[in-house]
């Protein structure tokens, strides 16, 4: 069934709205605005956990409802509700009328309309039955627990979501999408005497679950996350202070998302309470740096055909060669910036309002082969897996904790770390980049990014880095 099918039976004809009378209410609520949208949606999720050999928890959702905001100047009024009615429709144009006084406004900057497809509209939830889910959960377990007799517990979900979204604006202008999106998460604890430590490997995107539930997919996580811990046992207390820090490829460019993306969207410089406020065209990353984020790549976790408010996504050059060149925008904040918005209005749900957000955000490739960088240092931290961070966005100070880490000595990689923080400042730390590995690489599906207490998909990717100068917070004595 085609999207524009699809979306009209969940949002007119199962509910019983009529499209004339619901664009007029629109068309109303928005008169004289500066900007704003009615944002429908209808998405199903499920969700399913084993732990400790048992099925122990199992879950499945449906939900549906509006958002309907007025934007005028820097004022929004937005209402929403789960309830498809024309009533709550014009409950919620009452509602935001009152920002819109006084204001004659210009529509907002960007198109809206489709993009190329970027994902299947198929229902994931729909390919594969329940009890497959099950079995494959027992699998996990059966399979983590035969790999290695130290295996003690053993963790493991699959999620997934199907989320249809339509935009109407004032002027009859219309979007739709349909988000699949899945995920499969394992974790795997290993005790030797009375020590534990524990491993984690999860991988999904914008797709149906058969690409993850083959078992040479569900046996690779296993094996990747029972190593995480077997290495993680022998791992000696990391040292502290500052030094030379090569970064892996892949999902330890998290700290590049967290410690110079969310510096880099349009609402905090607007507001200029962002480290990077004020400085497009200059200097804020050594040459051979260039940052992207890019909302277009074919079924990635963080992709979107269009964004929320209904612009076609993009890839949006953040810092090129060093240079800043862009910020991430909605269509507010670029409005207000007399720029373009780039495809970053993004919300959680339609009980959230849009707001400049990352998609998939990452560092493009160098020159330099990824051995040759680490037979450059000397003494240093080969950081391979992060966890939790904590990140400022108005000074960009940042603390990362390491899951994976190893030392370096004379060009070799040595003994694994536990401990290990790397603590830093944003701005700073992309001019101490030395060396930018041949190897990009992208995360394996698992981000979620938060902001204002909202929690959205993305991706983060880099080469191997060689950063001079990081201060690494150990607990050797």
Not at 8 to 26: I, P
Not at 63 to 91: C, I, M, P
Not at 391 to 405: P, R
Request: aromatic content about 6%.
């Amino acid at each position: 069934m085609a999207d524009a099918q699809i979306t009209k039976s969940l949002f007119f004809e199962q509910t019983g709205l009529d499209e004339g009378r619901t664009q007029a209410l629109v068309g109303d609520a928005l008169a004289g605005a500066d900007d704003g949208e009615l944002y429908l949606e209808y998405c199903q999720s499920e969700s399913f956990a084993f732990d400790d050999g048992r099925l122990k928890n199992a879950s499945f959702d449906t939900s549906q409802g509006f958002g309907l905001r007025s934007v005028s100047g820097e004022l929004t009024g937005y209402a929403h509700a789960s309830e498809l009615s024309e009533d709550a429709l014009k409950r919620a144009a009452d509602t935001v009328k009152a920002v819109r006084s006084g204001h004659g406004g210009t529509v907002g900057q960007g198109p809206i309309g489709t993009n190329r497809s970027l994902y299947t509209p198929d229902n994931p939830l729909e390919a594969v039955d329940v009890a497959t889910k099950v079995k494959l959960l027992a699998d996990i377990d059966a399979y983590a627990r035969k790999k290695d007799p130290r295996v003690c517990q053993v963790s493991a979900s699959i999620n997934g979501s199907w989320d249809v979204v339509e935009i109407i604006r004032a002027d009859g202008q219309r979007a739709r999408d349909i988000r699949p999106l899945v995920r499969l998460n394992v974790q795997v604890v290993v005790a030797d005497g009375d020590k534990m430590e524990s491993g984690h490997s999860g991988r999904g995107g914008r797709t149906s679950y058969e690409q993850f539930i083959t078992p040479e997919q569900w046996q690779g996580q296993v094996d990747e996350a029972l190593r995480q811990a077997l290495v993680n046992l022998d791992a000696v207390p990391a040292p502290a202070g500052e030094m030379t820090v090569v970064l892996g490829p892949g999902w330890p460019g998290i700290l590049l998302h967290e410690a110079i993306g969310h510096g880099l969207e349009g609402d905090f410089n607007r507001k200029k309470t962002s480290a990077f406020a004020g400085l497009l065209g200059e200097r804020v990353a050594a040459p051979g740096v260039t940052v992207v984020d890019d909302g277009t790549l074919q079924d990635r976790r963080g992709s979107l055909t269009i964004d929320d408010e209904g612009t076609p996504s993009q890839c949006t050059t953040l810092i090129e060669d060093g240079i800043l060149k862009g910020y991430m925008q909605d269509r507010m904040n670029a409005r207000l910036m007399g720029m373009k918005a780039t495809g970053n209005g993004r919300r959680e749900s339609f009980a959230h309002q849009p707001m400049p957000r990352m998609t998939n955000t990452y560092m493009l490739n160098g020159d330099r082969d990824p051995q040759e960088i680490l037979q450059s240092v000397d003494k240093g931290v080969y950081a391979v897996n992060f966890g939790g961070g904590q990140v400022d966005i108005t000074s960009g100070k940042f603390v990362f904790s390491c899951t994976e880490a190893y030392m370096v000595e004379n060009g070799k990689v040595t003994a694994p770390l536990k401990g290990a923080t790397l603590i830093g400042m944003g701005p700073d730390v992309l001019t101490k980049v030395t060396a930018v590995g041949n190897d990009m690489k992208l995360d394996d599906g698992i981000g979620t990014c938060g902001k204002a207490g909202q929690g959205v998909p993305v991706g983060v990717g880099q080469p191997t880095l060689r950063v001079d100068g990081i201060t690494v917070g150990g607990t050797a004595a």
